[in-house]
């Protein structure tokens, strides 16, 4: 499980290469009233928070920890919206993933490298709000930029691939 981070030690991580070319997007929506929504699907601390763009559209998401789980909210910064929902688990091996996934972890992270040549410096488990797991991995490109993308462990799919991370909060 991952440890929560007290406010008084937030760290504002900033990817160099993206730090250049990108700005931070204006919003209709704040970061409070996305918080909002996402508390209202699930009770808990705040773990993380990103502020994205997916799909050109500004995006926050937040990981907030339950009592029982971990879970992932994506808010449209523009409506205060929640459009996506996913629960992190912390293996493959994790029952609700492992009965349903057909793509294993290497073949997953073949298909998120021939997208994205690179080296990967992060995997995260996850299951989507249809019900099917999925792979998520940030790969650090050789210009030194991050590509994050999905890889869906049923289908071997690429579920996203259209985001780029303006800040982060809180700790991978």
Known sequence: MKKLIPLA????QINPASAQTASIPTTKASMETCLQAS????????VKLELKTERGVPTYEFE?????RIMEFECDA???QITEEEQEVDSPDHPT?????KISLKQAQEIALKAHPGK?????FEIESNGNPSYEFDIEKADGS????????VTGGIVEDDQQEIYQIGKE
């Open 9 to 12: 030690c937030v760290v504002l």
């Open 39 to 46: 508390r209202a699907k699930l009770d808990g601390d705040v």
């Open 64 to 68: 907030l920890a339950g009592k029982e």
């Open 78 to 80: 523009n409506t205060g």
């Open 97 to 101: 993933f492992k009965s349903k996934a």
């Open 120 to 124: 990967i410096v992060e995997t995260e």
């Open 146 to 153: 991050e590509a994050k993308l999905e890889v869906d462990a």
